[in-house]
């Protein structure tokens, strides 16, 4: 079993923990994953990385936009009050049930991330956050860029956060170990890993593909990084960064 199936079983199960009718953005925050022994976000951290995530995007009211691997719908929610259009995939069926009950006008797909069941050419923007690093392999995450590069429009962009550093894995392996006790830190992690990145790998990509690609550290007040992407921090030290592709 590789690391997206081992990862899925873990989501399918966050889906169907919490049993109640009126959730939370708190609930869904949770149900998201964060709201580890190594950072958990309150409402108004999660609001911040919300217009972080706005304004990054350009999103205006009006705008389509996708997000893989969206889970429960934490950062959908908010943004579809907003005025944004949303549209939603994730391989956890348990997840994407409860993204559809919370946000009535979402367009929701059970699905790879490699496997996108869009039309070419479909999204002002597609957001992914904090995905990257479950992926079993960069031969896998090569695919995902492909199809949302895909479904993109001419002038979308993409931005893609809480993608690990392969430059501070250690740096961030060791903040986790010291979070949680050794026989905690081995139940979740020993079968649990994370993928971790190059810099590099990023811009290869967008120089092979022939489109702009900014990479730029997270740095979220209050949160504690896990992996790297879009909004942790770890004592000060940035271990996860961003990276937001602009289609040419």
Known sequence: MNRLEKWKGVWERKGRELKKEDLTLRDLI???GFDTATGTM???TWMNVVEMVKRKLNLRKGDFLLEVGCGAGAMLLPLSKMGINVA???YSTSLIEVAKKVIPNLIAYVTEACELPFKNDEFDAIL???VFLYFPDYEYAEKVLSEM???SKKDAKILIADVPDLSKKEESERHRREALSEEEYNRLYSEHS????DKKWFEDFANKNGFFVEIFDQNTEGMIILLLGLTFCCGG???????CFEVK
Do not use: P, Q
Not at 194 to 197: C, I, P, V
């Open 30 to 32: 949770a149900m998201d």
């Open 42 to 44: 309150t409402e108004e």
């Open 149 to 151: 590069l895909r479904v």
């Open 88 to 90: 939603g995939v994730d």
């Open 237 to 243: 030290n940035k271990i996860n960064y961003k990276v």
């Open 194 to 197: 994370h993928l971790y990145y």
């Open 128 to 130: 992914s956050f904090s």
